[in-house]
Structure formats: C-alpha cells, structure tokens
C-alpha cells in the first residue's frame, strides 16, 4: 500500500513556525505551488476553487450596486503612467517592460500593475455627459509588481490576480459615498464569508495609493501578531481625469471634472484564509466559500461494500448544491483518507457504514474542532446548512476574540514599543504626519500604520508629542 | 434633447460591406473598443457579458467532466519552449519578451502564448502514480501572440482571452476519447447555446497545433463565406511528455509516459456570434447567452406614468433570472429607446403602456426577426422561456441553411476554384499533403484547409491528381 510513504503530514507547528507551517500547508493540501520562476506561484484547483467562490458571490454583490465587468488591455503604454505624476512614481520600480513593440521603435510597453491609466484612457473617449455617470466598471484580472522583498505564494508575487473597480461620478459626495459603500462590501466579504475580522479605515498619508486622494482599507490580524492588509477603496479625487481629460457636460450645459474611486482585492484573501483558520492537521476552508464542502468515506466491508457505496451516491446527490466529493478510492483505510481531508481542509466529512445506514443516521465530522455529530438521515437537509453556519459562525468568533484582544491603546512610546513587541496591534495617538510615521518605522524596526482607528485622542502624539489628530492602528505586517 | 446627434444607426449595409459593418457594431452596440495600444482590444460590459455566460455555461460542462480550474504563470522562461522543438518553432515568432528577469541576468521570460510548457513543468513534479491520473485541469487567462497581420477586435487581437484545457492520461484510447469528447462539448456550446452551427473534424498535418499528434476543430462558416476557426481539441501525443519528464508508475510498478490532450475556445467566439447574428440595426444577442435578455420600455404619459412604472417594476422583479433592464431614462422617447437596444441587441423587448395594464397584456418583440406578441401577463413566465427557445431555434435554422448551401462537392480544381471563388466551401477530394496544401494555398489566392470531412473519396486529389485520401473542406477564412 502507498499509503505510508504518502501520508506525511505537517511536520511543524502553527505556534511554532509559522512560516513554515504556512509553506507546508500551501503545498501539502494543493493550494499553491512555487513555481519554476522566480517569485511566480501555480494556484492549484484547491486554492483556485476559493478563488471562484469568491468572484462568484462578489459579483452578485457589484451587479446589485450596477457595477458591470470588462476586460482592458495587458499592456499599458509608457506615456500613460506620466500623466499623474504621484502615481507614476510609486509603481515605477515595479514595473516590467515588454521588449515587442519597442523593436517596433514604438513607445515601451509595462505589464499593467494595477489599470487605473489604461482604463481612464478609455473613459475619456466614452464619457461626453452627465447621462454618461456614474459609470461603474469593474474588471477580474492578473497583474505584476516586480517585488524585489522575498515572495510567498498568495501574500506576495510577482504576479497575483485580483479585482479592481473603477467608478466615475458627478460629485464628490456620490465618490466618497462609494467608496465607503464598496470598502463595507469588502468587510462583509471577509468576515460573513471567509470569516476573517478586519478592522477598516483609512490609511495614513503615507500609506495611501499613489495618486489618490485618500485610501480606506480593510486590515486582518494573523495569528502570529502581524496585519494583513486584505483590500483597499481610493477616493482618486479629480488628479486622473485632469490627466486622461475625461470631462462631461453637465445639467448646467457647462464642462466639469468628474471624481473618481477605485477599489480592488487580492488572492492574498486566501492567504488570509489559511493563516486565519488553519491548524496542525493542514488546511481549513471556511464553510460559505468552500468549493467542495463535503466529503463523504464511505466505511467499506467486503460483504456490504455494495449497498455502503450506492447509499454514498445517494448521499452525493441529494447534497450535490454544496459541492460533495465521494472518496471510494481502493487500497486506503478509513483513517488514512480522514487525514488527507483534513490536510485539504473541506469542511464537513460524512462517514457512513453499514451501522450507520441500519441506523438511518449518517456521522458528520466538523474539520475546524473535530465535533461529531449523529445526523438523522431525514433531517439532513435541513441540518446542513445549520452545521455550515454554526461553523462559520465559531471559526469568525474565535478570529475576532484573538483580534479584539489584540488592541491596546498606548499613551507613551514606552508602551507603543512594549504592545508592538508583544505581536498586538497599538491604537495610539498619532498627529499624522509622513515624517513622524517614518520615524516610527525606523525606530521600532520596521512597525507600520495599518489604518486610522475611532475616537478622538486626548494625549499627544505617541512619537513626536505634538497635536495627536487621530488614533491610528500600529503593527507588525505582512 | 440629446437624442438627434447621439441617435445614429449603422451606416453601411453589412451585405455591402462587412468590415466595415463589423466595425461600426463592435463600436456602436458598445461590444469593444480598438485600444489606444496597436493590436490590442478593450472589451467593454455589453461584450464581456457574453464571455461571463460562455465562461458560467462552460464551467458547469467541465466539472460535470471532472476537470478543475487553475492558475498558471503569465511568464515562460525561454528554455521551455524548446523542449518540445515543433511547439517552440511554431510559437516563436509570436512572442513577446519581458524585460526585468533579464535585467537580473536571469533567463528571458515571455508572455504566454498558450501554457502547455508552464503547465507541463507542474504536472512533472505533480504526477508519480497511476493513482494521480487522469489529471484534468483548465484555466481561464489572457494570451498574447505578437499578429504582425492587419488585427480586428474580438477576431484577431495581439492578447485575446481563452480557457485552455490540459489532461494526462495513462492511455492512448483514453486520451483520443476525450479529446472527442471536449470537441463535442466546443460543438454544443456553438450550437446550442450562441446558435453557431459548425463543422467538426480533424485538421490537415498542415494545419495542426505546433507539437500535436493531430488536431480536431469547430469551424464556423460566416455570412461573407469566410470560416472562422473557433475552438480546437489537440491530442499532443506523448511528445511534452517525453520533453519535460512527465512519468508514472504504473499498476505493473513500471515506469510509463502518458498521453496528453489540450484543448481552447477563445473570446473570438464573441466575434462569430456577432458576425453570424448581426443584422442592419446592429448587434443581435443569442437569447440563451446573453447576459441581459430583457429590455422594459415603460410607455409614459404624464398622467399614468407612476402606474406604469411600477408595473415596469414589478416585470422586472418577476423576470429578474433573465437579467432585466428597464430603461426609464427621460427625455428620450419609446422609439429612440427602441433603435438603441437593437443596437445593442437585447434578444427580447417588452413594451408596457396604460393601456396593455389595462388588457393585462405586455407587448414582446423578438430582436431578430421584430415579431410582436402580445403576452397575458399571467401566461408571461410560462411564454418568456418559450419565446427564447423559438428565437434561438429560428436564428440556428438560418446560420445552418447557409452553412449547409455553402458545402459543394467539387471533383476537379476548376470546380475547386469556381465554388470558394463564389465564397463557398469546397468539399474536395485531397492528398492530404503539406506540400500539396501549399501550392493549393498559392493557386487559389489564400485558400485554406479547414478540416477533414466525412466519406471515402473515390476521385483523385483535387489539386495534385494523386490517390486521395479523405474529403478535406476548403474555403476562405478569418
């Protein structure tokens, strides 16, 4: 039998070495690969299944909120990335160039980084007037970022996919509005599907996108104390439609400058995911995003084998809306295909026998606390998707207890270093600026902002001492 | 009121002039943009729609295969490419190449131009057992293959958007089979759902996939009398095997190389729904795929508009599974909403005024042929299904009549060269001889093969006059 040498599972602990625990969780439940160049990662069928459950609910969301998808092109022309001059500068270390239409002697080519210019270029030509807005586009896509910083599968690489949105409007009003309408979807996403808590806000000024106006952001909290920055919503203000000249004629008759917002998530949701939930036996998807969220092993004896599998079927298609993978396979006990199920995280594991099916109950096993549950044959339909639930509902209450417990609000440098060092999140008075927030970096080794927290501090700056505007959320991250 | 200027229709007759014609739809019904970048394409919502219902219909038939979606890198490093020599010659002047790993002294990287190689490197460290096959994996990505040809959006575009399909397989029959069996899924995609008729079968040696054993292909046959190839299903034999190492262990404990297939449609499907469908008003969707199938126009009267807009409302509400739009915009009138979604094609037009609320009838114009109905509100769930079968059927009868008046069987080269002269398809007895195909292409000013049809020839090869080994279909094409 394979199965010996097969049947390794994870050989360090979460607690232990995060890092690498992380690696081998990728690898070992087929979520990720390396890949052959450097700095690029295969999403496998197991990770690339979230991904799908992802776009498909998220789409339902945009289509609700008129947000239509389209597809802009891979390459944007050197000439766009001038046109607004803060965000050419962040993304120029990071981009790749394409030698084709250069040996053409025409202008170089980038790989998109993010699409903001190569969609506003097209903007200008279709928005002529009031009637034209809101537009609202969004588009599903990969994108590059020549890293240089050592890469992970999910959490950085050279290339990832995402989804970025692109909405022009009238007003400002109608552009803050959604930008904060879209930022709330996001929030609602990670914690209502993947079960992963975020703090929201805006982002500093030195943290906020290159070009924009200002950023909001939704922050998770990993288990080994660092935040994991998990999606963004710009307000662009009017700098990009100044650039592209996308102008409409207004009610008035008159020319005006639209304002703009985009807004865009990551794979690196998965890498939230795994790190969020996953324990010591490997993977664990959360319920609602889950592709295949049950896996049945049937318990098989020569003598009943026959009617155990024909009642597996049965089972299958009766559960089929929620993804049911039958593991019939020969030549594995029961035990050993329990472990790889664990290892690849589905949620619910069915086991039936022919005790069981004397019985008219099947055993549904919870992955994320091993629970185990008899479950009346009859009531199955109903007692599923409560099981989903309660499951969802304990994996995001057991996140947001280690988040929520993570916060201390400092008053004294003292403290900010003494939290930070602890691997917990400092809510400290901060008066705002770029050059204090260097300061801090520099100081505490390499501690960033992640967003600007509720409440209006009474004390000073915990670095500079001067006026402290806001609290803001300080942290070790990703 | 803006409608004069803005309201203007297809200016040239698509039985006159066709690229033009096609042309002017892609830019009018808002389907996709020539890009500000040579050889690129935007496609915008009313087009990326029908590539969303494509991609959710075609995703449902590969699971119900046990095939997986994945994601692979953008980037191939040089070396790849020539470890099958076919492939690497055939896809080398398309290529583009990226500039950063370079600038790393590290190896050139290109654009893919399709994925075997990256996919293949994988699959050599995934794949050691009989146990992990068959392995059938698909990813949906952008492409790019540097066209130095005249480029047309959706039908010949420097990056364009596909789904590529990779299996393994222990066996040669294995392998063959669903190679057929995923071409037979590429003919009920075009015919049953976007209402393209084609022609199936093998390619000429000629005319086969850089690296395949053989290559099978829809063709569709468009109202100018050019074909457009719009899918193909490869069996790559064991050549990438053998060239990136792939091996298992078979039942026999020995060591084998699999066979594998590979098989991709494209968003220049997009371009034969339009070409085949579209008439002098502009775009025609195909009801079963289009993403809004339903346009409400609400007749408003001062008097009764409140009234009939919330039964325009509650239409909506009532049909919302085939994606509605009610345009209520103001200060245009019925008849310029009318031109303007057919223009953009919406199958199905449903008119609502005071007094078809009082009849308690809604009024259903079909898009392609303009017939009217009137519909009880009460039967209106139980007709509209009804209604987009019928269109769909009519629209299929017609694209096939011309395909089949297009097929002659021709027996000598004068009858070869009257009937593509006449831009027919010619049913030729052939060689089946590259070289043949190639004076044959010379001859003839372009013509090429299309695909093997059925039947035992008993004349000799139309062209060289030796034995003959299969009817070969030739034609114009795209």
Same mark, same amino acid.
């Given at each position: 039998m394979a199965e010996k040498e097969e049947n390794i599972g994870i050989t360090v602990k979460k607690e232990d070495d995060m890092p690498e625990w992380y690696s081998q969780v990728c690898q070992k439940a087929e979520l990720a690969d390396t890949s052959s160049i450097k700095g690029f990662m295969v999403i496998r069928p197991n990770g690339y299944g979230i991904w799908e459950n992802i776009q498909d609910y998220f789409n339902k969301v945009i289509r609700e909120r008129k947000v239509r998808n389209a597809y802009f092109p891979l390459l944007i022309p050197e000439s766009f990335f001038k046109k607004e001059a803060e965000h050419a500068e962040g993304f120029a270390p990071e981009l790749a160039w394409v030698g084709g239409a250069a040996e053409e002697g025409e202008e170089r080519l980038a790989i998109r980084p993010t699409s903001e210019t190569i969609m506003y270029d097209s903007y200008s030509k279709w928005i002529r007037s009031y009637r034209d807005l809101p537009l609202r586009i969004n588009q599903w896509c990969n994108v590059l970022r020549w890293e240089v910083k050592q890469t992970k599968v999910f959490l950085r690489t050279r290339e990832f996919l995402w989804q970025e949105g692109h909405c022009v409007y009238e007003t400002e009003e109608e552009c803050d509005k959604e930008v904060y309408m879209f930022l709330d979807e996001y929030k609602r996403l990670a914690e209502e599907q993947l079960a992963v808590p975020v703090l929201t806000g805006k982002k500093t000024e030195k943290e906020k996108f290159a070009g924009a106006k200002y950023t909001t952001t939704i922050e998770a909290f990993m288990p080994d104390g660092k935040a994991l920055q998990c999606g963004t919503s710009h307000n662009l203000g009017q700098g990009f439609a100044e650039g592209f000249g996308i102008r409409y004629i207004g009610k008035d008759e008159k020319e005006h400058i639209p304002w703009q917002n985009s807004w865009g998530f990551s794979t690196r949701l998965i890498g939230a995911i795994i790190m969020t939930h996953g324990d010591n036996k490997g993977m664990v998807m959360p319920p609602r995003i889950a592709k295949d969220k049950i896996v049945i092993v049937p318990i098989l004896f020569d003598k009943t084998k026959k009617e155990v599998l024909k009642k597996a079927d049965e089972l299958e298609k009766k559960l089929s809306e929620y993804g049911v993978i039958v593991d019939d396979r020969e030549g594995y006990s029961p035990g050993w295909k329990y472990n790889e199920w664990e290892m690849k995280g589905v949620p619910l594991r069915l086991e039936v026998g022919p005790k069981d099916i004397e019985k008219k109950h099947v055993v549904v096993v919870r992955r994320d606390n091993g629970k185990k549950e008899f479950v009346k044959e009859a009531d199955l339909i109903k007692r599923i998707p409560k099981i989903i639930d309660e499951m969802h509902g304990d994996m995001f209450a057991k996140a947001k207890k280690h988040l929520d417990e993570s916060i201390v609000e400092v008053k004294s440098w003292e403290e900010f270093e003494k939290v930070v060092k602890e691997n917990k999140i400092a809510k400290a008075p901060f008066c705002g600026e770029g050059e204090c927030e260097d300061w801090i970096k520099d100081k505490s080794g390499g501690i960033t902002s992640r967003c600007v927290a509720e409440g209006k501090p &009474?004390? &000073?700056?915990?670095?500079?001492? %001067? %006026?402290?505007e806001e609290f803001v959320y300080f942290s070790k991250s990703y």
């Open positions: &009474k004390d &000073k700056c915990v670095q500079c001492g %001067k %006026k402290a």
